[in-house]
């Protein structure tokens, strides 16, 4: 299996994972135009974070979205981790902690992270398990939003 940066021509892929995964997790249905949009302005904007795919025999069995974070505090960019999604067939073989250990990789080759961050919903009890063995935290704060 190959962890490497999300292109162009995983475009596709990565709509459907996304839509999967809102779908799987929340209930939801994307909008795929606005989806579509959203996953190629990352894709082409390197600046605002990367994808990072796992590919084995030319498939795609999962990936994950990193985002940045600006901190004054501490002078470097948290890493945030999103839209992780692997396929039903492939889960519970690692792939989430390789690709995990991918984005550690690339934020060290980068000067490092202020810290690696990710939310995951209350009820999802698997995905936080997974979290707390690769050596996540639950943090100290909560987060608020406005639509």
């Given at each position: 299996m190959q962890i490497r940066k999300g292109q162009q021509s995983d475009l596709t892929a990565l709509v459907q994972f996304n839509q999967a995964m809102a779908n799987e997790t929340e209930g939801l249905s994307l909008d795929q135009q606005t989806l579509t949009q959203g996953v190629q302005t990352?894709?082409?904007n390197p600046a605002r974070g990367f994808y990072l795919v796992a590919e084995e025999a030319g498939e795609i069995l999962g990936s994950l979205m990193v985002t940045y974070e600006w901190s004054d505090w501490r002078a470097k960019d948290y890493?945030?981790?999103?839209s992780v999604y692997i396929r039903p067939q492939n889960r519970r073989q690692g792939i989430y902690a390789?690709?995990?250990?991918?984005?550690?990789?690339?934020?060290e080759d980068n000067g490092?992270?202020?810290?690696?961050?990710?939310?995951?919903?209350?009820e999802?009890?698997?995905a936080q398990k997974t979290y707390e063995a690769l050596g996540m935290k639950q943090s100290y704060y909560l987060m608020y939003e406005e639509k």
């Open positions: 990352l894709l082409e890493y945030w981790i999103q390789k690709l995990y250990q991918a984005v550690k990789q690339i934020a490092g992270a202020a810290s690696f961050r990710l939310y995951v919903e209350q999802n009890l698997k």
